[in-house]
């Protein structure tokens, strides 16, 4: 069992960045692939980014790429979403999440879930 929960998230300019943080208690944490996941009003859940347990690959779509770092530590048995030069289309509730198998970009792969914190970027 793995509980999630996102902090960092809050309202930013245009051009500004967040830090978003995700800590995870429970057992093993570091066996388990942290993926980030967004929805936006009237949209469905997409996939944000994802690092592997094993090799720490990171993993971007194409929307954030160059703009958002992933990255986790697994000694504080937390995840983290940089996010720079954030966009108005960036306004969402941002989930992380984490999983043992299947596809990264998935979120019908992923376990456990955090509840989400609003990220608003304002133009």
């Known amino acids: 069992q793995v509980q999630l929960v996102e902090s960092g998230g809050g309202l930013v300019q245009a051009g500004g960045s967040l830090r978003l943080s995700c800590a995870a208690s429970?057992?093993?944490?570091?066996?388990?692939?942290i993926g980030w996941f967004r929805r936006a009003p009237g949209k469905e859940r997409d996939f944000v980014a994802a690092i592997t347990w094993s090799t720490s690959s990171t993993y971007y779509a194409d929307s954030v790429k160059g703009r958002f770092t992933i990255s986790r530590d697994n000694a504080k048995n937390t995840g983290y979403l940089q996010m720079n030069s954030l966009k108005p289309e960036d306004t969402a509730v941002y989930y992380c999440?984490?999983?043992?198998?299947?596809?990264?970009?998935?979120?019908?792969?992923?376990?456990?879930w955090g509840q989400g914190t609003q990220v608003t970027v304002s133009s």
């Open positions: 429970g057992r093993s944490f570091s066996t388990y692939t």
């Open positions: 999440a984490a999983t043992r198998v299947g596809t990264y970009y998935s979120t019908n792969s992923y376990l456990y």
